[in-house]
């Protein structure tokens, strides 16, 4: 394996093949970002195999630099976007309450309340656009950006071209969508309940109220958490198709929590999708809703991508998607005089 151990004054170390430069380390200490930079020594150099490469890249670029990097990122913009969401939802909270006071609300008039519901939703519809989009452009440059510098893709930082950022819009609408509909579905189901209980007035308004408390509590962390992951890994998968980048692979986290376990080393064309081997639904890239995942599928997911570089005399199989042990050899190249 061209990743391999080796020792430089009396320091243990990392080094990529016989020749690599011996990156040390403390002894006792995480030897992390020396293996770091003996895999990126490796990538430089065009030497990677199909055992040493985008796994173990991988692993290292997203445990010790994009992981540490997108924590702290993650964390600081899924504040500011439950903060947000939070102020918006304050509104429709209050909206509902008066539509329930008014009785535009009556439960005796399924239909009508159902409208008057999603009429209070709809009064702050341009409010969750807007913070929908302003996240999801914000989210997706940093993961574009950070797929830049992960990956020396060598592009610009910061530039959004008009395609990139018009998938991250829609797919800031379509997001936005999913969660006003299910927050709809919340308080619609939550009334028929309480009616359904003979609850009073005050009963009601304060079954309504726990569900708002909830949604700007747990459900919007999760959201947050969510549509954060999803809009970086999608400005992570823009990046590699603005950087001609040909293959991705799918990476899990390695810990106790995986969701995805199946779907790790998994490798497609860059525009090609991920597919998952026995549920079968299918992603552009790890948290995408846009080719009909299953939420279940990819709310929580935490999983990454990487380029993918195919090792010197191999070549992909025919098949839309695969792992590194599919991969087969190239056929010689011709020779040219
Ligand atoms: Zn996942």
Redesign the pocket.
């Known amino acids: 394996m061209p990743l391999q151990r080796c020792t430089s004054n009396t320091r243990p170390g990392w080094r990529w093949g016989a020749t690599g430069k011996c990156y040390t380390y403390t002894a006792g200490s995480s030897d992390a970002e020396a293996k770091r930079r003996a895999v990126l020594q490796g990538v430089a150099m065009g030497e990677s195999s199909a055992t040493t490469n985008a796994v173990i890249a991988a692993e290292y670029f997203i445990q010790e630099a994009s992981r540490r990097y997108a924590k702290k990122a993650e964390a600081a913009m899924q504040k500011e976007f439950v903060r947000h969401l939070t102020k918006v939802l304050n509104a429709v909270d209050a909206d509902v309450a008066k539509a329930l006071r008014s009785g535009a609300i009556d439960m005796n008039d399924i239909r009508r309340s159902d409208q008057a519901v999603r009429n209070a939703f709809g009064l702050s519809k341009a409010e969750f656009n807007r913070a929908y989009r302003n996240f999801t452009l914000k989210a997706g440059s940093m993961g574009r950006d950070a797929a830049i510098r992960d990956f020396k893709l060598g592009l610009d930082f910061g530039d959004l071209n008009p395609h990139t950022q018009g998938l991250l819009e829609k797919h800031a609408i379509k997001a936005c969508e999913r969660t006003m509909e299910r927050m709809t579905g919340n308080v619609m189901s939550t009334l028929k309940t309480s009616y359904d209980n003979g609850d009073s007035y005050y009963m009601m308004r304060s079954a309504i109220s726990q569900d708002f408390t909830n949604m700007k509590g747990y459900e919007l962390d999760r959201i947050a958490r969510t549509e954060t992951h999803s809009a970086t890994q999608q400005g992570n998968n823009l990046a590699c198709g603005e950087a001609g980048v040909e293959y991705t692979q799918w990476i899990?986290t390695g810990d106790t929590r995986?969701?995805?376990p199946e779907?790790h080393g998994q490798i497609v064309r860059q525009e090609g999708l991920f597919t998952h081997p026995i549920e079968g639904w299918t992603m552009l890239y790890?948290g995408d809703d846009s080719s009909g995942a299953d939420p279940d599928a990819f709310i929580n997911?935490?999983?990454f991508q990487v380029p993918f570089w195919m090792p010197a005399g191999m070549t992909a199989p025919n098949m839309p998607y695969f792992y590194e042990e599919d991969l087969v050899e190239a056929p010689p190249p011709t020779s040219q005089h």
């Open positions: 899990t995986v969701r995805h779907m790890p997911c935490r999983c």
